[in-house]
């Protein structure tokens, strides 16, 4: 877990205290233990009740007393969305995409990260500004223009179109992030490497590529999560139903004609969640590193 | 630990004089090659768009230019004084800075609590707050969006049904988003329920850097609770509550995917921010130049407002 507290060590620490305090402290504990138990429920209700609804046939869910237990719990919806129009493509898409993008941005990232994190040069602090102005710049606002662009370069309605896209919030939240890890990177490293015999390019790939292993881990989860999530761009940029990704086949299948199937639907959210959540339980530890390190979206 | 505070500067030594003299002193091609491809893919994907968008401002452009690539016709601050003289647009200027306000004070003050709440209990009941977190967390924003679409549903929704056997009157097939006050109240809780996990984890991770004895200490001392917070946790966790509160103010000020999806792509007039207004101006009403005019306002004032936080980072990123 990132945060430690040391409660532990704090109970072993603490001298033994009369009696009465021992008690008070205790029941001090048990108040914080059930309000933190309270807020569990609570936050946890709405992943819940996502779980609780995929595994219902329609007509438990549509169902004006909502049962708290499936009291028939199917994977009827599953099979149902993988077997929905679009729904493996879509699925697919998102794959091919998100990767894309991410692995892109961290080749042109980590090399712009060297870049501002160990030279000064002319227009170094143009290229942050311009780093820090994409997270102030709303996605929607660049619709319009990225559309034109696509559309100019014959790129509208490909998936290689969305990839390059998705690289304008990518690069620039890769380049901070990494940024801030390879900072950390102590300097004398590179110039005992260089001593050593080491060329200005091998110090980077041998020395500093590794030292900033756990940053390229964190960078490329965040890279994942939003391109994986991106849904305003791909829906305007792309008509073809068969060049959109999961997000898209999500607010498809929500405002479907025929009324919505919230079986379906909430078994199509549960399946876009899983990759995620993958992700992030893998890499907890540098969880709160990363986003912190990097300071942009997330 | 210490990579969480460092990128922030608090702990990064002020870059020597001589280091950089040294440097300077030939032209290094190096930094220029290793830059240039994130400089391409800038311009390609921000900077030509955003050219576009300006030029857009101050043209009049119907769907058959736009698809067809035709310059508009040049009309130019006609846009902009028509935006600037909309009741509407003032309308979703005021709802836009409400609702950030409310979405960021709730927000930060939620998750101090509860990253308070964590360092302070048992452990076998933060493993399972924390992995809840990084859930939540993980879930994507579409998805969130129709969980809680489904949770209000009129009819078969649970928050009805529950708020009916509570003894509430009028939940039964209640339409949550008929009153807008009680639609935002959703729309809010949506935000502030995605949102949290990044902020408690951050400030959590923050507040377990601070010294443990330093506490102690203050307790000995007779400091009270708040006293304790204010004093001890408060200045160590500041750099990240500057950083967090400023992202917040990023991101709750350029909702859109929300407020729009949860409307069924169709928000009412009382659902109209920023975002949501300039994006149906453009393409509700095929009116690209006032659409693109609206957003180069909205870019403004957030660079206007964001103008601290965009000075302490590039202090950070030019100190390397």
Redesign the interface.
């Known amino acids: 877990m990132t945060v430690s507290t040391g409660t532990g060590r704090r109970r072993a620490v603490a001298p033994a205290p009369r009696r009465s305090g021992a008690g008070r402290k205790k029941s001090k504990k048990a108040l914080w233990n059930s309000a933190g138990i309270l807020v569990f429920a609570i936050m946890g209700f709405p992943v819940y009740w996502m779980i609780n609804t995929s595994l219902k046939k329609q007509n438990e869910w549509q169902n004006y007393t909502p049962h708290f237990i499936p009291e028939h719990p199917t994977l009827h919806n599953f099979t149902g969305a993988f077997h929905a129009d679009n729904f493996l493509i879509s699925l697919r898409n998102s794959f091919v995409i998100t990767i894309g993008a991410v692995l892109i941005s961290l080749v042109i990232g980590f090399f712009g990260a060297l870049a501002i994190a160990r030279f000064s040069f002319a227009g170094k602090k143009a290229v942050i500004f311009t780093v820090l102005l994409v997270q102030m710049v709303p996605l929607v606002v660049l619709v319009i223009p990225v559309t034109q662009t696509m559309q100019d370069l014959n790129l509208n309605d490909t998936l290689i179109g969305i990839t390059i896209t998705y690289l304008v919030f990518t690069v620039p939240y890769t380049v901070w992030t990494l940024r801030g890890f390879i900072s950390n990177v102590p300097r004398e490293l590179d110039e005992a490497a260089m001593v050593d015999g080491c060329s200005r390019w091998q110090t980077f790939v041998r020395i500093i590529l590794p030292l900033t292993g756990p940053g390229l881990v964190a960078t490329s989860v965040y890279g994942f999560i939003q391109a994986w999530n991106e849904f305003i761009l791909i829906t305007t940029i792309n008509h073809d139903h068969r060049k959109q990704n999961m997000q898209a086949w999500l607010i498809d299948t929500a405002v479907g004609s025929r009324g919505t199937d919230w079986g379906v639907l909430m078994a199509g959210a549960t399946i876009t969640s899983i990759p995620v959540v993958i992700l992030f339980l893998a890499i907890q530890k540098n969880l709160a590193t990363g986003l912190t390190a990097g300071a942009v979206k997330g | 630990m ?3 505070i ?3 500067g608090t702990l ?1 030594p002020p870059p020597t004089r001589g280091r ?1 003299g040294v ?2 002193r030939r032209f ?1 091609s ?6 240039i ?3 391409l ?2 311009v ?3 900077g ?6 300006v030029m ?1 401002a101050f043209q009049h452009q119907s769907k058959r230019q ?2 067809t ?1 035709k310059p508009g016709d040049w009309v130019g601050f006609q846009n902009f004084s028509d935006v600037l003289s909309d009741k509407d647009f003032w309308s979703s200027v005021e709802r836009t800075f409400l609702i950030t306000v409310l979405l960021v004070v709730f927000s930060m003050l939620l998750a101090l609590g ?1 990253a308070l ?7 076998w ?20 969006v ?6 209000t ?1 009129p ?2 929704g ?1 928050l009805n ?1 529950v708020l009916t056997q509570l003894g509430f009157d009028g939940f039964k097939t209640h339409d949550w988003f008929v009153n807008p006050v009680q639609g935002w109240i959703v729309i809010m809780a949506l935000v502030i ?1 995605q949102a ?1 996990p ?1 902020l408690t ?2 400030l ?2 923050g ?2 850097m601070v010294p ?1 004895e330093l506490g102690e200490a203050a307790r000995m001392d007779g400091a009270n609770p708040f006293q304790v917070f204010r004093t001890v946790t408060y200045p160590t966790i500041k750099p ?1 509550l500057v ?1 967090a509160t ?2 917040s103010v ?2 709750d000020f ?1 909702l ?2 929300q407020a729009y ?1 949860i409307r ?2 169709k928000p009412e007039p009382s659902y109209q921010v920023l ?1 949501i207004f ?2 149906t101006e ?2 509700g009403h095929s009116d ?1 130049g006032l ?2 005019a609206i ?1 180069i306002l ?2 403004l004032a ?2 206007g407002m ?1 103008v601290f936080y ?1 000075r302490q ?2 202090r950070i ?2 100190g ?1």
């Open positions: 210490a990579a969480v460092d990128p922030v990064d950089r440097r300077r290094e190096t930094p220029y090659l290793l830059v491809p994130t400089i893919v800038i390609l994907t921000l030509i768009p955003l050219y576009k968008i857009l736009l698809y690539n509860l709440l964590l360092n302070q209990v048992s452990k009941v933060r493993t399972p707050l924390m992995v809840l977190l990084l859930f939540v967390w993980a879930i994507p924003q579409i998805v969130a129709e969980l809680f679409a489904w949770f549903d009819s078969f649970v049904y329920w949290l990044f984890v951050t959590a991770a507040m377990s443990k990240l950083i400023s992202l990023i991101w350029q859109f995917g999806v069924q792509n975002g300039s994006y453009a393409f690209y659409g693109a957003s909205t870019i957030m660079l964001m965009v980072m590039l990123g030019d390397d």
